[in-house]
């Protein structure tokens, strides 16, 4: 079983940064995929990064690359999302979820946090 706490959300302007992060519990993080979404209004649920179990491997959705960073610390039980340069389209409530197969957008997550909302003003 793993629990997932997200926080670091919060209102920014358009341009601005936020830092995301997930404290998870239990003592088997590193053996868990990890990945970032988001849900916005009206929206389905939509993959935006995953790294893999040791951090080596990433990926990430095309509408985040080169402005998003998914980062993990295996010793701290932390996944990280650095989002830069956002955009008022990103605005959503973003979720973590662990992963004990695989990892990134083909994954099954079967541990989710409650989420944290990132609103983008224009």
């Known amino acids: 079983q793993v629990q997932l706490v997200e926080s670091g959300g919060g209102s920014v302007q358009a341009g601005g940064s936020l830092r995301l992060s997930c404290a998870a519990s239990g003592r088997t993080f590193s053996s868990y995929g990890m990945g970032w979404f988001r849900q916005a209004p009206g929206k389905e649920r939509e993959f935006v990064a995953g790294?893999?179990?040791?951090?080596?491997?990433?990926s990430y959705a095309d509408s985040v690359k080169g402005r998003f960073t998914i980062s993990r610390d295996n010793a701290k039980n932390n996944v990280y999302l650095q989002m830069n340069s956002l955009k008022p389209e990103d605005t959503a409530v973003y979720y973590c979820?662990?992963?004990?197969?695989?990892?990134?957008?083909?994954?099954?997550?079967?541990?989710w946090g409650q989420g944290t909302q990132v609103t983008v003003s224009s």
């Open positions: 979820g662990a992963t004990p197969r695989g990892w990134g957008i083909r994954a099954e997550y079967d541990y």
């Open positions: 790294i893999s179990w040791g951090g080596g491997s990433t």
